[in-house]
């Protein structure tokens, strides 16, 4: 019941930078958890970054010293900010988000649809 959308794929050369973005919408209530997970043709989904609201946070060691998960809290916005990218990271990038409609509500998760990402050597 949550509408998310990345945005920020593309296909950039080996050692180039992208910044994935993820919106919800202003009306839920809060953001109680939060990642970006990827998809590589015939391969399992992996989570590659994720944020809780306690400031822990996890990455995949593929993409450790290269990736940064951010929060905008005033906007709602999630980033995945990718540095120094690799042919190896080429893969449909899914935001996650564990979200409250209303104070009352219980948390549920929303997916986006996915962005492709493809880094070419």
């Known amino acids: 019941q949550v509408l998310v959308v990345e945005s920020g794929g593309g296909l950039v050369q080996a050692g180039g930078s992208l910044r994935l973005s993820c919106a919800a919408p202003e009306s839920i209530f809060s953001i109680n958890d939060m990642g970006w997970y990827r998809q590589a043709p015939g391969e399992q989904r992996e989570l590659v970054a994720r944020?809780?609201?306690?400031?822990?946070?996890n990455y995949a060691d593929s993409v450790k010293g290269r990736f940064t998960i951010i929060r905008d809290n005033h906007k709602n916005i999630i980033y995945l900010q990718m540095n120094n990218l690799k042919p190896e990271d080429t893969a449909v990038y899914y935001c996650?988000?564990?979200?409250?409609?209303?104070?009352?509500?219980?948390?549920?998760?929303?997916w986006g649809p996915g962005t492709q990402v493809t880094v070419s050597s």
């Open positions: 996650y988000l564990a979200v409250k409609r209303s104070e009352l509500s219980s948390v549920f998760d929303a």
């Open positions: 944020l809780v609201r306690t400031g822990t946070t």
